[in-house]
């Protein structure tokens, strides 16, 4: 009996482009999905940067406008990895063709643009999900696992931190290939949305609604050359931006986010104290998860380093043995794997457009209380 | 030939008035010294808890009154680590009487105590200082050394954080033996003078001035059981205290201090990103500093773990060799080594009860503004 | 234009049949190969066990008979990921059919059986390769490339481990589906083959030839139900086994590998002092190498902990980006794409069959030492 | 009341001799002891040199004959802290004249001297201790805590490491002041009785005895000057040595001691699995245990790294509060407060010279193995 398939088409070829890509074509090597995901079609403007794209990967054809794309009958997932000034045009159309809509990270530039992308998706009842990849690094799963069975009791404090630093030299262009991220237009804002979005999206599922912020950005570096106009400009992007938070469950919030903190390329951490216990994850070691329980007996209370790569540890059971890790490349393989599950079963995966927007209304907030020099509610 | 001799008038025999008092047993074992430091005089109220301290150390004589002490001609140094509603009363009687003075940090409960101590000191052209004993871990000497040396170059962030766990039971009584951290009027604050003072004193120091805070501040457990008094009331001193910071050159600072994070019993870290390098230390590893120099070859580039413990790091060739780790006691000693050498040298060492009245108005603007919900300028 | 493809057939459907069978899906979405690798057919006695397998990886065909799958003109590559006492015959068989042959290690039972393995790829001229997969670990890779820049200098150690804890259940059979590495008659020896054998062929390549050994080793339970026969039996494999060494290039070795060390699920580390320079490496943060280099300014030396993740590092270039970590089955990705580029280039890949008999004379030496109490040298 | 005292007689000013004038003097500060030592004469037979240390330390005299020492009416205690080819001569005298005899380790530069030093105490009846200072590091006291309550369960394995740096370079000469210990003649042995030796007291009190050993030594600079003798002369010391052991308990132990490990400045690292749980330590971070106890509930398992600092751990109620660490001079403090209070019970602190001659039973056994190239046994 042959699976029924999804027919992908792909906008973007990015570093993206190959993460989603790869998502589909391993999911169903190690997991036994209701459905057989089919790389139809990759599609960009440029057709030669495009042609080595598909052919690495396997695409059956591509297309070089995403209408065209949208329109194709043995389509059935339009998933979106083109720059973020892209997403909400081709969610709309696609949502509105009546297609399954996939959207990287964040969602919409800000959460205007995503609440037209959340009305779309849901007006048109199609499955729609966000790649907010990192809650399904098996540590980070097995955190909300923790959460969920009451391991940590009351939530004090939530901290979370996304440090990098390659845009340090004033040297570097914004804008232009590979660089869209620092640049305004298409970004939507700097780090806030880029990588904030991440501590914000994961914090939302681990640890609820926050209710106020209070923030501050920075560009450290005022002027680059763009490498689009050719012309030194002013730079529109937050460098680095940090926020206070109040939680709705009483606890407080701290973030934080930046490219200028040397020696960081992905440092992604995030911990949570509880009154009976405590976690910390580092995506720099994104294997383990830090744990300390205060059940323990006294003289031997550590914190523990779970190893997360047993049989019984989420996602873990489907790869290999334990003690051999995995990496970044699987967070999103467990996503495509659980949505198409999810498609099967008929109940959604997480996170959706509406789940997604949750993290833009916060990172609107933040930028607004940076600019207002006030706490601002969530709205 | 004999050394000229220091006595030492020692008011308080708690957690702090051990801790100097090995301090001026161990200096002159350890470091060659201009003055002998005596340990003349024990002080505090009940004459049958002091005694037992006063033996173990091998104070020569006790007082009960503090204003005796001040009053002896073999007293040199009046030396307080008494609670901190009592610094500013005794430090300015012994100032007026012409002693020299060192202090428990913080200085006084707020900035306007401490104030008035500055001024007593400086009027009297008496030797002071305050022991804010981090600054003389040989890991966080060999900081400054980098800073100062220019290892880092331009500085984006400051990140400091202190947490602990020991107040997550609502059982605790607040006040009374033991406790008076918890007790608002002796105090003067929670989290806020305890811990996020030590965060501030070491970050003036490698980082130079604030100019403006934002800050949050929060009391988990509302009410509590007054040990003094007998009854169960209001909680007035602060749990948590968070703030954001804009500093003098251009840097962001985040802080952190809490009595709520299970897991951590006194995880005093800090960490700075320069241009050129970054530096992390953390309290439960204080013989370590971790360091990233970005000029390293890019292939061998990493976070270097820096066991600090050679002859030619700070303090270390007074001690035993390379690999053989001291502890928290230490820094005291260094501390008290560096004031004796000063007194000699005609050079007071740092800080000074000015140099803590810095601290002072940072942890005010921070309590101001978590009161009036926006940024506050540091005085 | 089409690239040739070679044909894969894979003998072995369990964890080094899955292992194998992604290191040919996915080498060529990263890699620019000359060949493209095709899964022809899945080879294993069981039909029905091999049908999902074969189905999961998306083989074109099944074999129950592996001389049949040797005997077809469509596949040009022989595979073996079966268990060790099958590897010699059909080794042998898949030369004299003139097939590339590929082989997971350890390559025979014994130096005797793969000196014959040895001797029929070498007379049959076919390409050949043992899947020592830890050399292609990034961090790995990187450590030979230090050693081979001379950034370690003249060497004094060599130490490696490899700790695992998941037979110490005296309730665990020997032998049986999943258990082969329990049962002397297939596997050939216990911790020996299958866990020094990986630490004596890294340590061959980083570190050159072994003189001479003494080595001990244990078997800790005695004697166990056997799966097969149904019978408590002795128990003919080590669970644990110890040996020094000495290099031919005066160093010396100290390794150990047990199944019998709580709390280790697969913790293979390796460490090396130079004159100049240090490394260490641990299976279980296979991402990170720790390096120590003594030319570092003296009051900054530490370990370096080198996140093997940027793109000027082995292999990662074809990865992620900075700071995003890759896993255990990427090492096997590599090895496919290095032989697969080296049939392209006339230049073989290494481990040949050939340098893991080295391997094998030298866990041969160590059994013999083991029963002699005294040294032995490696033939 | 004052309490009787007890004199010290303390032979040398070295590294050692500091150490154990701060483990007298500390002692009385932290614990309540039956005895008060009282520093009354520090020997050694230069005065020149001898002066500053005494003077450093308070010492109330000196003598430069060391019998003339142990003559002295006044003196309770013979503390041997001088070379070792002194320890025979120094502690035999002194225990016939009825002194309390401590000396520093190794005891003998053999087991031969060792056992004439044994008879002589224990024919004189006279209270005696070597300072095998590391069974008093809290975390290592709290491991043998861990082994005696039965957390570990039967062991299988024990691993021990001591690794140096500090002769690698071919300059340095042997012998000579603060040399001693890579003056054969002096030492007895290389880093077999300095390093080693350290190891295997540890060992033996945490995990029983030792039958058997195989030993590999090697001196890696052959010729050196001797700054005595003022000529290059053949280096007689071993500058590393390894041995595999097995426990009468049926344990197997792997050993290794090395001045050539490059940056390791002295990391003694221990590691022992049991069936229910295993434990890691490591001197660089002296503060801590590594703790894993399969008892824990599965997806939480982890090692622990217990901080080793809070009231109910080893000795650390006697100092600061948990979370401040301290360091390795205080396991010379709590080893004398032990002895101390050990003379009071009547109940000897351990380990006795007897303790200390088994040690020296397998390093004999360890360098005659490595010259015989078979296993020994341990006398």
């Known amino acids: 009996m042959t699976k029924k398939t999804l027919g992908i088409g792909m906008v973007g070829y990015g570093f993206m482009g190959r993460a989603h890509s790869n998502a589909f074509a391993q999911a169903p090597h190690f997991f036994d999905l209701p459905f057989k995901p089919v790389l139809k079609a990759a599609c960009a403007r440029d057709a030669n940067k495009l042609k080595p794209f598909a052919d690495q990967w396997g695409y059956e054809s591509t297309e070089t406008d995403w209408r065209k794309l949208i329109d194709r009958k043995d389509i059935d997932i339009i998933d979106i990895a083109a720059p973020n000034n892209m997403h909400m045009e081709i969610a709309i159309a696609a949502a509105a063709a009546g297609k399954i809509v996939m959207c990287e990270k964040p969602l919409g530039r800000n959460a205007a643009e995503s609440r037209k992308m959340v009305d779309a998706v849901e007006k048109a009842k199609v499955a729609n999900m966000v790649w907010y990849n990192y809650r399904r690094i098996p540590a980070v799963t097995l955190a909300k696992q923790f959460i969920d069975e009451g391991k940590l009791g009351k939530i004090f404090h939530y901290r979370a931190k996304f440090l990098q630093d390659w845009t340090i030299s004033a040297d570097l262009p914004q804008g232009g290939q590979g660089l869209w991220?620092?640049?305004?237009?298409?970004?939507?804002?700097?780090?806030?949305?880029?990588?904030?979005?991440?501590?914000?999206?994961?914090?939302?599922?681990?640890?609820?609604?926050?209710?106020?912020?209070?923030?501050?950005?920075?560009?450290?570096?005022?002027?680059?050359?763009?490498?689009?106009?050719?012309?030194?400009?002013?730079?529109?992007?937050?460098?680095?931006?940090?926020?206070?938070?109040?939680?709705?469950?009483?606890?407080?919030?701290?973030?934080?986010?930046?490219?200028?903190?040397?020696?960081?390329?992905?440092?992604?951490?995030?911990?949570?104290?509880?009154?009976?216990?405590?976690?910390?994850?580092?995506?720099?070691?994104?294997?383990?998860?830090?744990?300390?329980?205060?059940?323990?007996?006294?003289?031997?209370?550590?914190?523990?380093?779970?190893?997360?790569?047993?049989?019984?540890?989420?996602?873990?059971?489907?790869?290999?043995?334990?003690?051999?890790?995995?990496?970044?490349?699987?967070?999103?393989?467990?996503?495509?794997?659980?949505?198409?599950?999810?498609?099967?079963?008929?109940?959604?995966?997480?996170?959706?457009?509406?789940d997604a927007l949750a993290t833009d209304l916060v990172t609107d907030a933040v930028l607004k209380s940076a600019a207002s020099k006030q706490w601002e509610n969530v709205a």
Not at 255 to 262: G, P
Not at 296 to 310: L, M, N
Not at 321 to 343: C, N, R, T, W
Request: charged share 20%.
């Open 181 to 354: 991220r620092l640049d305004l237009g298409v970004a939507g804002s700097g780090v806030t949305g880029d990588l904030l979005a991440h501590c914000i999206d994961t914090s939302l599922w681990l640890n609820g609604g926050i209710k106020q912020v209070v923030g501050m950005t920075e560009t450290f570096i005022k002027e680059r050359h763009h490498n689009l106009t050719g012309k030194t400009e002013k730079v529109g992007i937050d460098d680095a931006s940090l926020f206070l938070a109040r939680y709705e469950n009483g606890s407080l919030g701290n973030f934080e986010a930046t490219r200028y903190a040397r020696g960081h390329k992905a440092l992604y951490t995030l911990e949570i104290n509880g009154e009976k216990a405590s976690i910390f994850w580092d995506l720099h070691d994104l294997h383990r998860l830090q744990y300390f329980d205060h059940g323990d007996e006294g003289i031997t209370r550590g914190w523990r380093s779970i190893h997360v790569t047993d049989g019984d540890h989420p996602y873990m059971g489907k790869w290999w043995v334990p003690g051999l890790q995995i990496g970044y490349e699987h967070s999103f393989i467990h996503q495509a794997a659980d949505f198409i599950q999810g498609l099967g079963d008929g109940k959604p995966a997480s996170p959706t457009f509406r």
